[in-house]
């Protein structure tokens, strides 16, 4: 991993700045790391991360990462090819990570009120992907990549169906991010069933381009990181925020499916 991002380089020269700047690198990591394949450098999963507001890599295992070169500094030191062991005396506190948390009321009708300035991404398309973001709770990544086929009635119920790709080499980051997911009503008043008609693309939402590294939607994650500190809201809150709010909204529903025609608090 430290080849990766900085390169071979004598180990006689690697120190204390590099070695801050790779711990620095691992804490920004996303935690799903190395669970699925990725073409995506280090530093481009880590503004992945950023942009899509993911869960990084936890302190323990930023530690196991610098112990494992701390231990081969170690036995460089002994053979006399280093002067000094630039992994040790770390501290594995992240005092940057921010904590997240979901949107208020007032947030919500901010981001759905101001206008939109990006012209990497069309306007329809980044608010349709907020809707659908607040009325599924599915994460950006998931959003992005939805094909036409992925939109299916289940016994009679418009669905989002949430699955490996094999001909991209996409997945959901865990087993359990394999899903079904309900349409909601707002969503279908919204036009969603129709963009499988619509879009001449195999995807279901067109507008969203894909980056040189094979990454779909990067340019909207970078818009709209852009776009949430223009109209000032705080760095705690992510895209995926509106998605904490759904989390027992969903449950409820799934035990009372009548309450599908009530939008989930604070959209």
């Not at 309900?182 to 279908?188: D, E, R």
């Not at 619509?198 to 980056?211: A, F, Q």
């Not at 895209?239 to 529903?253: D, E, I, V």
């Amino acid at each position: 991993m430290f080849l990766q991002t900085f390169r071979d380089a004598l180990v006689s020269i690697i120190g204390g700045e590099k070695a801050g700047a790779f711990r620095d690198l691992l804490f920004s990591l996303p935690a799903s790391l190395g669970k699925r394949k990725s073409s995506l450098t280090l530093e481009e999963d880590a503004q992945r991360a950023r942009e899509e507001g993911l869960p990084t890599l936890s302190e323990k295992s930023v530690k196991n990462h610098m112990m494992r070169l701390s231990a081969l500094w170690n036995q460089l030191y002994q053979r006399e090819l280093v002067t000094r062991n630039p992994w040790t005396g770390w501290s594995f506190e992240n005092g940057q990570k921010t904590i997240r948390r979901s949107w208020t009321a007032r947030e919500l009708a901010l981001l759905a009120s101001a206008s939109w300035h990006s012209t990497s991404v069309p306007e329809q398309t980044f608010r349709l992907v907020t809707l659908i973001a607040a009325y599924s709770g599915m994460r950006l990544g998931e959003i992005y990549v939805l094909r036409k086929e992925d939109l299916q009635s289940v016994d009679g119920i418009p669905c989002f169906l949430i699955r490996p790709h094999t001909e991209t080499g996409w997945a959901p980051k865990t087993d359990a991010g394999t899903r079904i997911v309900p349409v909601h009503s707002k969503l279908i008043e919204a036009g969603v069933l129709v963009l499988k008609e619509t879009t001449n693309v195999p995807y279901l939402i067109s507008g969203i381009e894909t980056s040189k590294q094979g990454i779909r939607g990067a340019a909207l994650g970078r818009a709209f990181s852009l776009f949430k500190t223009h109209i000032g809201l705080p760095a705690e809150i992510t895209f995926h925020s509106p998605a904490h709010r759904l989390h027992t909204t969903q449950k409820r529903r799934c035990q009372h499916p009548g309450s599908m025609d009530r939008p989930p608090a604070g959209s």
